[in-house]
């Protein structure tokens, strides 16, 4: 079957980094997804990764390994208002998106 | 803002009731999406329209009905719901199906649906 895994729960602090990671089990591969989701939000996208390698926006880096099954959010720099969802999704050979539950990220001063 | 606007926001239903949910788009987009929002747990797709015609259905139980009159505006028309269908409904759009390859899926701020 096709599965997402991701951490439930993450606590982190302010001005630190923190790594949000997702293993993906999908029928073929065509990217990886993470979005980010505030409370009572609409998720927004963050990055995509298709490719091996880490992909750096600001603040926020993603990682890829298509041979592990793996991807990995990096936040740096923790800041109070990234304290929201993170949703890992993998998009299998039919174009269709895998999504994970979504890693909650807890923010303190 | 994301171009999506869905209304409404929050919703109390009684299980022989009848209500819809409306999601317009401004973006321009050819797709449009339904997917239900369960706490904790993942997004579970529910119906796909291109250029307004139908293209997925999840296995959704007919008590939930979709309706995209044009590419702009989709409905998600709801009767004789269950208790278990109280969740977050979201709309998203994306430029066309080929375009969720590059992430630009756009979403709405979703209808928290209670039912009673």
């Known amino acids: 079957g096709q599965n997402i895994d991701q951490p439930t729960e993450m606590t982190a602090t302010e001005g630190a980094i923190v790594q949000i990671n997702c293993t993906y089990q999908?029928?073929?591969?065509?990217?990886l997804f993470w979005y980010q989701q505030h409370a009572g939000e609409a998720p927004t996208f963050l990055s995509y990764?298709?490719l091996d390698g880490l992909e750096e926006k600001g603040r926020f880096s993603s990682f890829l390994s298509r041979s592990k099954g793996y991807s990995y959010l990096l936040l740096k720099e923790l800041q109070m208002k990234d304290s929201a969802s993170y949703l890992c999704?993998?998009?299998?050979?039919?174009?269709?998106?895998?999504w994970g539950a979504g890693t909650k990220l807890i923010i303190k001063p | 803002e994301t171009g999506v606007t869905q209304t409404p926001r929050h919703l109390v239903m009684g299980m022989t009731n009848k209500k819809s949910l409306k999601c317009e788009q401004h973006l321009g987009h050819n797709a449009m999406y339904w997917y239900k929002q369960s706490a904790k747990k993942p997004l579970e797709l529910m119906f796909v329209y291109n250029f307004k015609e139908q293209t997925e259905n999840n296995s959704v139980p007919s008590r939930f009905s979709p309706e995209c009159p044009n590419s702009s505006h989709l409905f998600l028309h709801l009767h004789t719901l269950q208790p278990e269908d109280s969740a977050l409904y979201l709309c998203a759009s994306s430029q066309d199906l080929e375009g969720v390859n590059t992430g630009e899926l756009f979403f709405g701020e979703g209808s928290r649906l209670t039912v009673l």
């Open positions: 999704a993998s998009m299998d050979s039919n174009y269709q998106l895998i």
């Open positions: 990764n298709v």
């Open positions: 999908t029928s073929g591969f065509n990217g």
